[in-house]
């Protein structure tokens, strides 16, 4: 029963969706789609940071997808690399995760127009429970582009470093720090204590990441209480890692944070 309310939930979010470019015929857009896929634009504007999210398409049946949501009581907050399930139907891309037995999420994508590096059209992202709907976002418009570098070995290790534009994020001391990256998906987290010497903060309880293509986003807990936060990568080279982000005040206005760290030996 669950799988046919599911199907049923699915196929009404499809028809609700539905917009001028529905009708577009698109030539070997299983083909063409194939890659990894990050946002860039929503709705005309240039998209923050915090709320990007990567999309691979492995093939016209498969794909991952890696998001970390701002908002913690969205379902799931925290996808990495899951494995889905693709439906191409004409133009319509309709890809399906479930990130555990009770929650599944949904992405619709209605292609617009696609190239070599770029990706347009419509996006709506549905979250279900136990096979009910419990919150949609869409149709919207969205602009993707392609990824041709994943950081995702090459960020391995320890770094130090700091923020180097006015504006970082909220967790920004000015001082440096140390970031190790492991294997497992957690990382160290140092800073210095009064006399110097590198330490780990003994209230921290949870120090995960992950980084697919370009996109680093890290979540910890200390006290009791989740933090999180998003950059991108821009360059890894020569021992030597760059950040960036955009990000948004609480005014509106947008700045571009920057960061730069260098590997220890």
Known sequence: MKKVFLALAVAA???????KDDDK???NLAEKIIGKWITTDID?????TNNKSVITILSATQALISTSRANLSDNPGWVSHLNASVAIDGNKVTITG?????????YEITVSSISDTHMEGTFKHSTLRNGEVITTNGPIGMRWEKITTDYEQAVLGKWEGH???????EFDDGEDHQWEYLADGTFRYYMKDG??????NPNQ???EYFVDGTLLCTRWVIDGTENREWWEIASIADGVMNWTALRQREDGTTYTATFQMTKVN
Request: glycine content about 10%; proline content about 2%.
């Open 98 to 106: 479930q990130p555990n037995e009770h929650i599944t999420i949904v």
């Open 163 to 169: 923020v180097t534009s006015e504006q970082g994020s």
């Open 25 to 27: 015929t698109i030539d």
């Open 195 to 200: 006399n110097g010497n590198w330490v780990t």
């Open 44 to 48: 005309g504007h240039a998209e923050l």
């Open 13 to 19: 979010m499809a028809f609700v969706g539905c917009s």
């Open 205 to 207: 309880t949870l120090s």
